[in-house]
């Protein structure tokens, strides 16, 4: 379950290390982190309410498609286009709240995907999603305190650090299902 919420956290970090680049308020880092963890912990029961049905439905061949989709998750974090960068998200978060959901949603969609695949794994929901709320709270106040003094160098190692976790855990899982 860790191996699942922990890249999501470095996702989070580098996102909130990218908003804080041009310096927030300690109001506005604390909403940030709240709508991420709101948004963090939502999208994963949508994910799940596909997930699992669908996880019924196709039998043992769920676990190759939770295991596709955590390698396509982390294919398309890294190949995700990086072209905004801190001055442009703070921008976004003070345009009202219809750009403070959009950016919401922007920096769930990897959640989204989890929770598809919690509904393949057949993995406990409450500990994960709880997991998943607690981790971006943390992650995205740390990030937006680090990122104010250390700027878009780190929020890209993280990125990549967080893709390279996700391709791990697929294939791991895949030689775990191969092997077992």
């Known amino acids: 379950m860790l191996a699942l919420v922990l890249p999501l956290g470095l996702d989070t970090f580098a996102i909130s290390a990218a908003i804080a ?32 049905p669908l996880g019924s439905t196709i039998g043992n061949a769920a676990d190759y498609v939770a295991i596709g989709v955590l390698l396509a998750l982390a294919a398309h ?19 009202g709240a219809v750009a403070t959901i959009a950016l919401g949603i922007s920096v769930s969609l990897d959640e989204l995907a989890i929770g598809f695949t919690l509904g393949l794994l057949r993995l ?29 160098r780190l929020r890209e190692r993280a990125e990549r650090l967080a893709c390279a976790a996700l391709a ?12 077992g």
């Not at 974090?77 to 801190?86: H, Q, R, V, W, Y």
């Not at 409450?126 to 305190?145: D, E, N, T, W, Y």
């Open 168 to 179: 791990l855990l697929g294939i791991g899982l895949l030689i775990a299902k191969l092997t």
């Open 21 to 52: 680049v041009g310096g927030l308020s300690r109001e506005r880092r604390l909403r940030t982190s709240l709508l991420f963890a709101g948004f963090e912990a939502g999208m994963p029961l949508v994910g799940l309410a596909i997930g699992r």
């Open 124 to 152: 406990p929901v409450v500990p994960v999603i709880a997991a998943i709320a607690v981790q971006a709270l943390v992650v995205s106040q740390l990030g937006m305190r680090l990122g104010e003094r250390i700027g878009e």
């Open 77 to 95: 974090m890294l190949l995700e286009n990086e072209a905004e960068d801190g001055n442009e998200l703070s921008l976004r978060l003070d345009r």
